[in-house]
C-alpha cells in the first residue's frame, strides 16, 4: 500500500508539473521600434562611425519554461557611416584624405536563446545569441565604390513583457551586439564596436 501510495503521489506530481509547464509555455510575435547607439571603431589609423538611427524588429518566439526558451528576429535600420584616416592616401591627389560619407542599410538576422521568469503580469527576461549583419550601402561616394559588408555578431539583451490583456503586451527591452565594425573607405579599423538598441513593442501571443 505504502509503493503503491508513492507510486500515485508521483504520479500526481508529474501531472501537476507537466500542467505547470504549459501554463508557463507561450509562443508569440511581436514587432518593436527601436533607437540605436554604436560606439565609434579606431584602429589602423582610420575612425569608422555610424550615425544614431531608428529601425523597426519583428521577432518570434517560444517559451517552454523558465530555462529553456528561444527566438529568432529580423530587423532593419539606417546605417549611415563616416570614415576617416590619418594615413596618406595616393590617388588624384596624394596626402590625408577627408571623410567619406557612406548611406547605408542594415539588416540583422538573430537566434537567441532566452531565459525568463513570470511574475503576475510580468515576465521579465534575458537573452543571448548570435546573429548576422548586413551592411548594405544605399549609396555610393565620389571616388570610392563601397560594398556589401557581412559581419557575424553576438547578441544580448534584457527586456520584460507585460501582459496588457489576453493575449496583447507589451514587450521593453535593450540588446546589443558586439562585432567587428565595416569599413567602407581606407584600411579597415579592424577594431571591435558595440551597437545599443532600446526597444518596444507590441506582442501577439498565438
Same mark, same amino acid.
Given at each position: ?88 592616401? @595616393?590617388?588624384?591627389? @596624394?596626402? *590625408?584624405? *577627408? *571623410? ?23 515576465? *521579465? ?82
Amino acid at each position: 500500500m505504502r509503493i503503491d501510495g508513492l507510486r500515485l503521489a508521483g504520479v500526481v506530481m508529474g501531472i501537476a508539473l507537466a500542467g505547470g509547464g504549459a501554463a508557463y509555455a507561450q509562443t508569440d510575435v511581436s514587432a518593436s521600434v527601436y533607437g540605436t547607439m554604436t560606439q565609434d571603431a579606431n584602429g589602423n589609423g582610420s575612425t569608422a562611425h555610424q550615425s544614431d538611427a531608428g529601425g523597426g524588429m519583428v521577432e518570434l518566439r517560444h517559451i517552454s519554461n523558465p530555462l529553456v526558451g528561444y527566438e529568432a528576429t529580423y530587423s532593419f535600420n539606417r546605417a549611415n557611416q563616416l570614415d576617416s584616416t590619418t594615413n596618406g592616401v @595616393c590617388g588624384l591627389v @596624394c596626402g *590625408p584624405q *577627408p *571623410p567619406v560619407a557612406v548611406p547605408a542599410n542594415e539588416h540583422e538576422v538573430s537566434a537567441d536563446w532566452v531565459a525568463s521568469l513570470k511574475v503576475l503580469n510580468f515576465r *521579465p527576461f534575458a537573452l543571448a545569441g548570435v546573429g548576422v549583419l548586413v551592411f548594405a550601402p544605399s549609396g555610393q561616394p565620389m571616388n570610392f565604390n563601397a560594398s556589401t559588408i557581412t559581419k557575424p555578431a553576438f547578441v544580448y539583451g534584457v527586456g520584460t513583457d507585460w501582459g496588457v490583456v489576453p493575449h496583447v503586451g507589451l514587450r521593453l527591452q535593450y540588446r546589443g551586439n558586439l562585432y567587428k565594425a565595416p569599413q567602407f573607405a581606407f584600411t579597415s579599423t579592424g577594431a571591435t564596436t558595440v551597437q545599443s538598441e532600446v526597444a518596444i513593442g507590441v506582442y501577439f501571443r498565438l
